[in-house]
């Protein structure tokens, strides 16, 4: 069975760094994205960074431009989310996320595939 399985979440503070990781097992499955979303309490789930497969171009969210870094590691089908100057506004749980086909990577229906969340606490 397929799965995504995410790890690295915590408690930081303000300022603070961390990385973020989602490993893919369980067999093989087509992929045009594999994204970082994220939802706070109350909030709807957001893109946070996505990471087109075939060519490794990424997209960003507003809030996160130049802060939060994607990338990956094509021979175990990894991506990361590396986390910088992280701030309580990002307080929530990240899920990792694969579409398997083209279109609207944006739109959290889309995506086929889910991992079980890891919690980000930005806090002093």
């Known amino acids: 069975q397929v799965q995504l399985v995410e790890s690295g979440g915590g408690l930081v503070q303000p300022g603070g760094s961390l990385r973020l990781l989602c490993a893919a097992s369980?067999?093989?499955?087509?992929?045009?994205?594999m994204a970082w979303f994220r939802q706070a309490p109350g909030k709807e789930r957001e893109l946070v960074a996505a990471?087109?497969?075939?060519?490794?171009?990424?997209y960003y969210g507003d809030p996160v431009k130049g802060r939060f870094t994607i990338s990956r590691d094509n021979a175990v089908k990894t991506v990361y989310l590396q986390m910088n100057s992280l701030k309580p506004e990002d307080t929530a749980v990240y899920y990792c996320?694969?579409?398997?086909?083209?279109?609207?990577?944006?739109?959290?229906?889309?995506?086929?595939?889910w991992g079980q969340g890891t919690q980000v606490t930005v806090s002093s």
């Open positions: 996320a694969v579409k398997y086909y083209y279109g609207d990577y944006r739109n959290p229906r889309q995506y086929n595939l």
């Open positions: 369980g067999g093989s499955f087509s992929t045009y994205v």
């Open positions: 990471l087109r497969w075939v060519d490794g171009s990424t």
